[in-house]
């Protein structure tokens, strides 16, 4: 009865804090400031159209970083959790002649798809992520319709490594020229892309970022499922 009681109050309290706090906003005005400073300044800085990807990419790429470092992270513990047993695909029935058929005609245009997802991010909805795991979905149709099929595994590796380091490479450079990080220097002092806003060939460094991201998110996901996939192999 006790904690209940206590319970009660400290809701109340709580209740009366919050009703506080927002009883100083005012109430049907519009408080996004720095929402609006993007919206209107968007194509002047960034040279993208999509203004939600310029904010994901350029006003706080930091934080777009974090998150594919993030993921990064979370395929390295699958990896680091697995590494030890001796796994393998145990399979053994092939995909209906539907599925390997559909796999065979239709993979190589979902991967065609992602990439245009994240080549087109400055452009239109999508960017790095939705693009990368579009790529890593056709890879799992492949899993799922041949027994036989795994992923290159040393290449992947060497790719998404390559891809990484470039994100932090586009970063640094801009570190060096601007003053800091993920300064955008294609666009501030190289100028590409001023005459062509609305077409592929603009955006500054949108497009170089989210084809980093695109080819990084794709290959960490399909070594997850990879991973997943597999099962241990008594001996």
């Known amino acids: 009865m006790l904690k209940r009681a206590l319970a009660i109050i400290s809701l109340l309290i709580i209740g009366y804090w919050l009703a506080q706090g927002l009883a100083g ?6 408080r996004m400031l720095v929402g609006q400073y993007y919206l209107d300044h968007v194509k002047e800085q960034t040279g993208a159209v999509n203004a939600v990807t310029a904010v994901v990419v350029n006003y706080r790429g930091f934080d777009t970083l974090g998150e594919v470092t993030v993921l990064f ?14 796994r393998e695909r145990t399979a ?9 058929t559909g796999t065979r005609l239709l993979a190589p245009f979902i991967m065609l798809f992602g990439a245009y997802i994240f080549i087109h991010g400055h452009l239109t909805p999508g960017g790095g992520f939705p693009g990368g795991a579009t790529i890593a979905t056709a890879f799992l149709l492949l899993y799922m319709a041949f027994t036989v099929y795994e992923i290159p595994h ?6 998404e490594g390559a891809v990484g380091m470039s994100y932090v490479l586009v970063g640094l450079i801009g570190l060096a020229i601007g003053g800091y990080f993920l300064f955008d220097w294609i666009w501030q002092t190289w100028g590409w892309g001023h005459n062509n806003i609305g077409r592929l060939f603009s955006g500054g460094f949108i497009p170089v970022i989210y084809t980093v991201i695109g080819i990084k998110v794709g290959t960490e996901l399909s070594g997850i499922v990879d991973n997943m996939l597999k099962e241990e192999v008594r001996e």
């Open 25 to 30: 906003v005012p109430f049907g005005q519009d």
């Open 73 to 86: 992270i979370a395929s390295t513990g699958v990896g680091a959790l697995l590494w030890r047993k001796k």
């Open 92 to 100: 053994k029935t092939e995909g209906s002649i539907v599925l390997t």
């Open 154 to 159: 040393k290449a992947f590796e060497k790719v």
